[in-house]
């Protein structure tokens, strides 16, 4: 589960999913937090994000976590640091990992408004000599694509983990698709942000073992590994299946990037026990799961490759229906690509292998 614990955030992403800013009204209290926590530990969730917005920007932030910790949930925690201090890593355990955005080097500021690489990149830094797992991810676009060898270099350099994520056609990034959407003519930079890519993944599996002093069955920040195998098993997809987005007021979604467009609301916990909102949720997105989408005589499908833009959500924003495609443009040449440098490379399995490190 993703639970979020205000949307009030002190940057302006142009790609933010959730489209953050302003905190939302009747945000759930210390009390209900820690009671939600309580729940979802009773129930059997085995990981939980905390996000925002800015997570940090709660005074209770801290309380809120330690509460986390105490009763044994698995907790990251996603944050664009700007609120790492010492007072705030001396009143949390040293366990807790974060999970911060990058995206980019000139391009960071460009992209996030208030901050610059250059600072993110000291609060890691800070992060990681008082003892913190911090993991990095960036959201691939047309305007960080110029700067993602350069950060790939960065991470190399610094020994941390960096995964890519898919830019997504939701929230800010949908509104903002005219500059964010990448085209024919960025062809050949992907080409090259996937070779360094595919290079600095080999030490993926030494960075978390660095990172957390041992190995993780799940490393993915995200799960998607996790995710994908049980979608290959099931055809459902993992959003309102096995996987819960809980916005600051309680309100319910099958994942944040349906929270971000308001899209099958299941219930408010205030007012319902989980496994009545989680049975709402898959109930609602039963006719959007993966085997529901029609993908005769696509690519990816026709060459077996795994496909994150089978979305009702992504879907609904291209085509007003909920299981057509999400591929924005020219993705599915992007993904096709990537595919096959990554096999060129590693060989015909090396793509799945990275999978349990990396979004690709």
């Not at 349906?258 to 609602?284: F, H, S």
Request: aromatic letters at 12%.
């Amino acid at each position: 589960m993703t639970l979020e614990l205000t949307l009030r955030c002190n940057l302006t992403c142009t790609h933010c999913y959730i489209s953050a800013g302003d905190a939302r009204e009747n945000e759930l209290s210390t009390g209900e937090i820690k009671d939600l926590l309580d729940r979802i530990h009773d129930f059997g969730v085995f990981h939980v994000f905390l996000t925002g917005g800015e997570p940090t920007l709660r005074a209770d932030f801290a309380e809120i976590l330690c509460h986390a910790h105490s009763i044994g949930l698995n907790v990251n925690v996603d944050t664009n640091a700007t609120g790492f201090s010492r007072r705030l890593f001396g009143s949390i355990p040293d366990t807790t990992t974060f999970v911060v955005s990058v995206d980019g080097i000139d391009a960071h500021k460009e992209i996030r408004g208030n901050q610059s690489f250059a600072q993110v990149a000291r609060r890691i830094s800070a992060a990681r000599e008082a003892g913190f797992p911090v993991l990095t991810n960036t959201t691939v676009n047309k305007v960080n694509l110029r700067d993602l060898v350069a950060l790939y270099d960065w991470a190399e350099r610094e020994r941390i983990v960096l995964v890519s994520l898919d830019l997504y056609n939701v929230g800010q990034a949908n509104k903002n698709s005219s500059f964010l959407f990448l085209d024919h003519q960025d062809i050949p930079s992907y080409a090259d942000y996937i070779d360094r890519k595919v290079e600095f993944d080999k030490l993926l599996p030494q960075l978390f073992e660095e990172t957390f002093g041992g190995s993780r069955v799940y490393s993915n920040p995200f799960y998607y590994s996790f995710a994908e195998e049980c979608i290959r098993a099931t055809g459902q997809n993992y959003q309102g299946n096995y996987f819960l987005y809980v916005a600051a007021n309680g309100d319910a979604y099958p994942d944040n990037y349906y929270a971000g467009e308001y899209l099958y609301p299941c219930g408010n916990i205030r007012e319902l026990g989980l496994p009545e909102i989680w049975d709402r949720a898959r109930g609602l997105v039963r006719d959007s799961n993966y085997t529901s989408f029609n993908c005769s005589g696509c690519p990816i499908h026709e060459n077996g490759y795994f496909c994150d833009f089978r979305s009702a959500v992504m879907s609904m924003n291209l085509y007003g229906t909920v299981n057509e495609c999400g591929a924005y443009g020219i993705m599915k040449e992007l993904v096709l690509l990537r595919e096959q440098r990554q096999r060129a490379a590693l060989g015909a399995n090396g793509p799945e292998l990275l999978r349990r490190y990396d979004n690709y």
